[in-house]
């Protein structure tokens, strides 16, 4: 089974965009849904928002809703978080990763995570 890589994270100033990527290294097979996750110092891993593997409706946690969006490139399945007005919360690693069902909100319901980008947001 593939594994994802993620990449495009960084040092930013508050209020500014970012856009990450996730892009497989290898065959994936049974995947419906590609997720995003973040996880901040000290705190426990959270729901970012995920979107059907075949560019279908993308969905968000409450907490990201209208500061982020998730794409997909069919040309190469790479799929993209776009992140904007950026706060110093938003500071963490953000991991992609994938599960076969739809919807899937749950760390426990995927599998194939990336070793993480960091994102780092300056007040």
């Known amino acids: 089974q593939g594994q994802l890589v993620e990449s495009g994270g960084g040092l930013v100033r508050a209020g500014a ?13 049974g995947v419906n849904t590609v997720g995003w996750f973040r996880q901040a110092p000290g705190k426990e891993r ?24 998730i794409s997909r490139d069919k040309r190469d399945s790479t799929v993209y978080l ?15 990763a994938t599960a076969r069902a739809a919807g899937a909100r749950l760390q426990s319901e995927y599998k194939n995570w990336g ?6 947001v300056s007040s």
């Open 82 to 96: 776009q992140m904007n007005s950026l706060k110093p919360e938003d500071t963490a690693v953000y991991y992609c």
């Open 115 to 120: 070793p993480g980008t960091q994102v780092t």
């Open 46 to 69: 959270e729901f970012v928002g995920a979107a059907s593997w075949s560019g279908g409706r993308a969905y968000y946690a409450d907490s990201m809703k209208g500061r982020v969006t």
């Open 17 to 29: 965009s970012l856009r990450l990527s996730c892009s497989p290294s290898g065959r994936t097979f």
